[in-house]
């Protein structure tokens, strides 16, 4: 049996069609108060890559839209559509999913990288001074 994308009971091909009222009770309250905020234009930086994201969605769905709005709440309108996120250093591309919805762009371009640390080597202790090399 396929598996059908939902997001909290409703399908991805209903998704995108629906109005920014309709989807605000289907997120978190805390993306309902950010998307309240800019639509309030509040917050200037979201509310103009919203505008961009529609203009560039009715030209060219296909081209990656660049953005250094990090705190942009992911929206059903945005469904297929391909971000570079800047993280400070480079651009990462993020493409929205059904199980992005809800979250902010910034969350799927880390800013920091992962540490590995290797053992330790010669002179890395005190104790390890006395151990011969071969």
Same mark, same amino acid.
């Given at each position: 049996?396929?598996?059908?994308?939902? /997001?909290?009971?409703?399908?991805?091909? +209903?998704?995108?069609?629906?109005?920014? +009222?309709?989807?605000?009770?289907?997120? =978190? &309250?805390?993306?309902?108060?950010?998307?309240?905020?800019?639509?309030?234009?509040?917050? *200037?930086?979201?509310?103009?890559?919203?505008?961009?994201?529609?203009?560039?969605?009715?030209?060219?769905?296909?081209?990656?839209?660049? =953005?250094?709005?990090? +705190?942009?709440?992911? *929206?059903?309108?945005?469904?297929?559509?391909?971000?570079?996120?800047?993280?400070?250093?480079?651009?990462?591309?993020?493409? *929205?999913?059904?199980?992005?919805?809800? /979250?902010?762009?910034?969350?799927?371009?880390?800013? =920091?990288?992962?540490?590995?640390? &290797?053992?330790?080597?010669?002179?890395?202790?005190?104790?390890?001074?006395?151990?011969?090399?071969?």
């Amino acid at each position: 049996m396929p598996r059908i994308d939902r /997001y909290r009971g409703k399908e991805k091909d +209903e998704l995108p069609s629906l109005s920014l +009222e309709k989807v605000l009770p289907l997120l =978190t &309250s805390r993306a309902r108060r950010a998307l309240k905020r800019a639509a309030a234009n509040k917050n *200037i930086a979201v509310r103009k890559l919203m505008k961009k994201v529609s203009a560039i969605k009715a030209s060219n769905p296909s081209k990656v839209i660049r =953005t250094h709005v990090r +705190e942009a709440v992911i *929206i059903p309108e945005w469904l297929g559509l391909t971000f570079a996120v800047h993280n400070g250093k480079e651009w990462k591309n993020v493409t *929205i999913s059904i199980d992005k919805l809800g /979250y902010r762009l910034g969350d799927f371009a880390h800013t =920091t990288g992962r540490v590995i640390h &290797s053992g330790p080597g010669v002179g890395a202790t005190r104790g390890s001074k006395f151990i011969p090399l071969k």
